[in-house]
């Protein structure tokens, strides 16, 4: 078994063994609490540019199935986990873990103490760090000083989304998804209702969105700083009370910007499929999965047209906002799950209603 480093900025080094591909890599480091859903995770477009760690201490025991996949090829920089499961026990398994990551390039490092890890992410918040073989020859002094003054990449937008737009169709309501890094279980979730979806690049215009007479636009997840994203904020803005919208993590923090909302970057971000989320209007709280690093300042929203409609429990961060005047609602948070738990699957069903509603008052006016 071959011996591998994670040697983060700060200068700290983990030695365990080598899984996955071979390839050295860099990246942020984050860690998830999920105890389940490590191929949903390591399959989501968010996490591209970052190297995940997972808290819960045994990865891979059911393996790798055709079915679980959030993207057709992952875009994480590598994974770390406590112990490797190298014999996967699954009806559906089709392979290992190991043999997955080996066939997509992604290196991983197992056998480290994964709780240390987060304790120092949690107290110092994001790291970078380089993941390498551990050759006699490495010279982590020199190695520590390249990360520290390395840029955190931020667009990752263009890497993810779409070159080109292409349908889903359907016979429902017409859905333009803006793909800005979108997980499979956004559209599942849309054909599940019978949406006739057309999938478009994170680039393209207002103009070209509204000639395809959408009913509705969904504005998807996606890695990176929000701010970055510049074009799907412009986009958003030409769209505003135009069309009902519903966004979900990105597509949340970039409609919030759109309507002069800030983010900010959370000290070391909420992942995981456990995270406690209250409905300001119900009352209700729902447990949700999340994957972000960034949030909207709620002290922003008062010089908006928007409200807040949820909060997170944990750390009181804005987890959700409407529009006061259009037909606009966005999350923070996973409705589609994949991984995590369903409840705030309705959410949905919410935005099918929200079409439903405004076809019905043009359809008075016409
Ligand atoms: N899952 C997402 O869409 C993440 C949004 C953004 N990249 C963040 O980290 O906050």
Redesign the pocket.
């Given at each position: 078994m071959k011996k591998r480093l994670l040697i983060l900025e700060d200068g700290t080094v983990f030695t365990g063994t080598a899984f996955g591909s071979e390839q050295a890599s860099q990246g942020e480091v984050v860690f998830t609490t999920g105890m389940t859903g490590y191929q949903e995770t390591l399959s989501?477009p968010?996490?591209y540019g970052q190297i995940v760690t997972l808290t819960y201490p045994l990865i891979g025991n059911y393996g790798i199935n055709r079915d679980d996949f959030e993207s057709i090829a992952p875009a994480i920089r590598g994974f770390v986990v406590r112990e490797l499961a190298d014999q996967p026990s699954n009806w559906r398994s089709d392979m290992t873990l190991d043999e997955y990551l080996t066939s997509q390039n992604i290196p991983g490092i197992e056998g480290i103490d994964t709780r240390k890890l987060t304790r120092i992410i949690r107290t110092k918040g994001a790291v970078r760090a380089i993941l390498t073989e551990a050759d006699a020859d490495v010279d982590v002094e020199k190695i520590v000083a390249e990360l520290q003054n390395t840029p955190f990449i931020t667009h990752?937008v263009r890497e993810v989304s779409p070159k080109a737009a292409y349908p889903s169709p359907g016979r429902g309501k017409r859905v333009v998804l803006l793909d800005?890094?979108m997980?499979h279980g956004i559209l599942r979730e849309l054909n599940k209702r019978d949406c006739d979806v057309i999938v478009v690049p994170y680039n393209t215009t207002a103009e070209q969105i509204l000639a395809m007479h959408p009913d509705g636009i969904m504005l998807?997840?996606?890695?990176?700083?929000?701010e970055d994203v510049t074009e799907g904020i412009e986009t958003i803005k030409g769209l505003i009370g135009k069309v009902p919208m519903f966004g979900?993590?990105?597509?949340?923090?970039l409609f919030s910007l759109a309507c002069g909302a800030k983010?900010f970057?959370?000290p070391f971000?909420h992942r995981g499929g456990n995270h406690p989320v209250k409905d300001l209007r119900t009352g209700r709280t729902d447990l949700t999965s999340?994957?972000?690093?960034?949030?909207i300042d709620i002290e922003s929203l008062k010089d908006t047209d928007l409200e807040l409609t949820h909060v997170a429990l944990n750390d009181g961060t804005c987890e959700g906002v409407r529009h006061k005047k259009y037909p606009v609602f966005t999350v923070?948070y996973?409705p589609e799950a994949s991984p995590g738990p369903e409840d705030s699957n309705h959410l949905f069903d919410e935005f099918i209603e929200m079409m439903e509603k405004e076809a019905a008052k043009e359809n008075q006016h016409a």
């Open positions: 989501d968010s996490f990752h800005f890094g997980k998807s997840n996606g890695p990176g700083n929000p979900i993590c990105l597509g949340h923090q983010s970057k959370l971000g999340q994957n972000h690093g960034y949030a923070q996973h």
